[in-house]
């Protein structure tokens, strides 16, 4: 059956007129855009910078991105120094609407020598991956539900549901995880990744995570620090050993040959999966990488 033009006109005016209703978001990366869309539904329409799988810490934003920035109402970042090219994408694009910033009042980690092999290059820093500790996240949505309902008082109410009830799954979450870890003796919670995107599920969840690079993926990994790293594998029997999405394997690889372990899959850090990956949004994500670490910590 065909349409008539005139009705084919008509929907196309009408999804026109439903799109401009909708609040203009952009999030820096895949994860807040996720929890953007989540507070959001369909209300926002949500725009991310840096996609599924894409590295925040040295991505560099095209004139594209100015475009999309300069016609938002509401930018989602957040914060915590991780988005360090977002002042100038903001600067040159002439931006004009509102900042979240998400991760405001989170209780921060500094980042310091003990936390990965020996490095002292980011000590005193703090650490900007808060979104690893679920309990984080429930600020997170907070913060963004505020940040909408500001820029769209007509629909403060919507936002805050929302975010109230993804708190509910966001307990869950974290109960679900607590169940999965406790299988695990605290000895062998000691995990080895590509760089230190974990403190603070390390923290919420009793693992220590090792990694041969700092906080921010293009820092040069030093050949001591590597061979301590290696050293501390074999003396402590650390065969849980895992590569990231937004990070190159070319390192744990070499890790892992020269303590025999066998690299036990790929963690989700700091970008989401694709839409047909295992870590699609937040939750996915966190059920997929804890799932993933309590098997690779069971042959520690």
């Not at 040069?220 to 394997?249: C, D, M, T, Y």
């Amino acid at each position: 059956m065909r349409m008539s033009p005139w009705l084919c006109t008509a929907l196309a005016v009408l999804s026109l007129h439903t799109l401009a209703d909708k609040l203009p978001v952009v999030a820096s990366f895949s994860i807040l855009g996720d929890l953007v869309q989540q507070v959001g539904g369909d209300k926002v329409e949500v725009k991310t910078l840096v996609g599924p799988d894409g590295d925040a810490h040295v991505y560099q934003p095209s004139p594209q991105d100015g475009k999309t920035l300069a016609t938002a109402k509401v930018v989602v970042l957040n914060g915590l120094a991780f988005e360090g090219w977002m002042d100038r994408l903001a600067r040159a694009s002439r931006y004009q609407g509102a900042r979240v910033t998400a991760s405001d009042k989170v209780k921060t980690y500094p980042v310091d020598e003990h936390d990965h092999a020996g490095h002292s290059h980011d000590h005193g820093k703090t650490d900007p991956h808060a979104w690893q500790d679920p309990s984080n996240v429930r600020l997170y949505v907070t913060n963004i539900a505020e940040g909408l309902a500001k820029a769209d008082p007509a629909n403060s109410a919507y936002y805050h549901q929302r975010a109230e009830q993804y708190g509910k799954e966001l307990d869950a979450l974290e109960k679900w995880a607590d169940t999965q870890l406790a299988s695990i003796p605290l000895a062998k919670r000691r995990v080895i990744t590509s760089h230190d995107a974990f403190g603070y599920l390390g923290h919420r969840f009793q693992i220590t995570f090792l990694a041969p690079q700092g906080m921010n993926t293009d820092a040069e990994a030093s050949a001591k620090s590597v061979g301590q790293l290696i050293r501390q594998a074999k003396q402590e029997r650390i065969k849980a050993i895992f590569v990231e999405n937004v990070s190159n394997p070319k390192l744990l690889e070499q890790i892992s040959r020269e303590t025999g372990a066998t690299v036990g899959g790929r963690l989700y850090s700091d970008a989401l999966s694709k839409a047909d990956g295992p870590a699609a949004n937040y939750l996915a994500m966190m059920r997929y990488n804890i799932t993933t670490l309590v098997t690779g910590m069971k042959n520690n």
